[in-house]
């Protein structure tokens, strides 16, 4: 979805719209470097965030879509808030059940995807991790049933095609009728994205949010 809006405001910023994927980002210097490469700061010294932000001030009217940095709220937060504080001319457009807090901030409510939109998200995710997943016929079918299980949610969505690194999609849809079981034989960064998958399947459909943040 938000690739989809990103698509239609281009015209409006003549600096670019930028996909920043934070998705194995671990710390705030990753989500950093993340942007910079994202946008083509050069990174020629040990300051990424003066390159980051001197190549958006030198663009004009940009947006920034970060995806995937539901692990690392409070340092997006910190990210988010020195752009838009130092570079006026640039958005933020952050994909997120919570509220980052900053400055500006307004909270968009997304209802959920069809579920043939929801199985082309969680396969293009899938995809995304896991580079050689190829999603047979069969596939395809348990797949449906596992959006429909998370009521077609983007983020639950998200977060459970990120477990096809670990698991196949026959054991992801069993482990959905214990949905904290997704979490019992993985790292830690998996293991919290699991957490956030099953508190995101208990969540009502409105409840899946994209914070619009600007300046």
Known sequence: LSQQLGRIVLPGFPGGVWMCDLTTSRTLNDILLTIAHSVGASLNGSNPQFELLTKLRSQGRTLLILDG??????????????????????????????RLGVSGET????????????TELFIERSNRVTPHFQASPQDVALIEKIVFELDCLPLAVELAAARTRVLSVEQILHRLTDRFALNLEADHATRAAARAAAAACRLPPAACCLPLASH
Not at 107 to 118: G, H, I, K, N, Y
């Open 107 to 118: 909270f968009v409510d997304l209802q959920p995807m069809s579920t043939q939109e929801a």
């Open 69 to 98: 940095c539901e692990h690392l709220l409070d340092a997006t937060a910190s990210v988010v808030d020195e752009i838009l504080t130092s570079t006026p001319d640039t958005t933020v457009l952050v994909t997120s059940r919570h």
